[in-house]
């Protein structure tokens, strides 16, 4: 098996954020003047200032509800079998993830299949290469992801991945400014998709469940399966 991308992917460490809470709707009605855009990134994006979601605009993505209830059973059921198999871990204190069990899958089910070919066609640019297995991570509800940037060796300039079983927040970090930071609400059944400097140039994490909130809104984190798909490097 090839190496799993998480135990390879750079950490950075680092305490918590508490600061004020922005998004593009909240400000000074400039959602409505930006447009329809705007309002709709509003319900999956906030940061700590205009100037940090500028710098990531077009660079993130949330599509909520990007797979049905019915695709999400299908998934799972393709998923569940191996996951089983193996222990939640829990006690590296070097891993970049904490409380996680995961798998690599080449092949899918019809379903699935038809369901990945819409994540390549939403998330990736036409013929970009991409890294064959897709990564299928199972957080438990103690579990998090501690901020990181994938491995630049192994993954190109695209990550999308898709969100079951439970609401998360995934927080991005300029890697050279601890101080601001940009919130994701990835929606149970959404799709996200992080490219270029916000892949490149911000760490990403998912949130523990005690520190899970969006706009203030507390969210809860139950256990949650992502399946990741990357491409190479070119
Ligand atoms: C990773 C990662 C995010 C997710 O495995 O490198 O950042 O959605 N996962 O599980
Ligand atoms: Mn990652």
């Known amino acids: 098996m090839t190496p799993p991308l998480i135990r ?16 593009w709707f909240s400000t000074d009605n400039s959602a409505l003047r930006k447009g329809p855009d705007c309002k709709e990134e ?3 994006l906030c940061g700590s200032s205009q100037e940090i979601l500028s710098a990531v605009r077009g660079q993130v993505k949330v599509k ?7 695709e999400e059973s299908a998934i799972f059921k393709e998923v569940e079998p191996g996951l089983r198999k193996k222990r939640y871990e829990f ?29 390549r066609v ?14 299928v991570l199972d957080l438990d509800k103690e579990g998090y992801i501690k901020p990181h940037i994938d491995s630049v060796k192994f993954c ?15 927080r991005l ?34 949130l523990k469940d005690e520190d ?10 139950h256990r949650r399966i992502s399946v990741i798909c990357r491409n190479l490097p070119v």
């Open 212 to 221: 899970s909130f969006f706009s203030g809104h507390k969210i809860p984190r």
């Open 122 to 135: 939403a998330a990736f640019p036409e013929g970009s290469p991409l890294l064959g297995p897709i990564h």
């Open 42 to 44: 509003s319900k999956w």
């Open 156 to 170: 190109g300039s695209t990550i999308a991945g898709l969100s079951l079983l439970s609401d998360s927040i995934m």
């Open 91 to 119: 006690d590296h204190w070097d891993d970049a993830i904490h409380g996680y069990r995961e798998t690599e899958r080449l092949q899918w089910g019809v379903m699935c299949e038809s369901i990945l070919r819409r994540v």
């Open 173 to 206: 970090v300029p890697e050279n400014n601890s101080t601001d930071w940009v919130d994701l609400l990835l929606s149970r059944r959404s799709l996200y998709i992080l490219r270029d400097d916000a892949r490149f140039k911000f760490t990403h994490e998912i």
């Open 64 to 70: 909520q509800n990007f797979i049905s209830e019915e």
């Open 8 to 23: 390879v992917v750079k950490q950075v460490q680092r305490k918590s954020l508490q600061c004020p809470v922005l998004n």
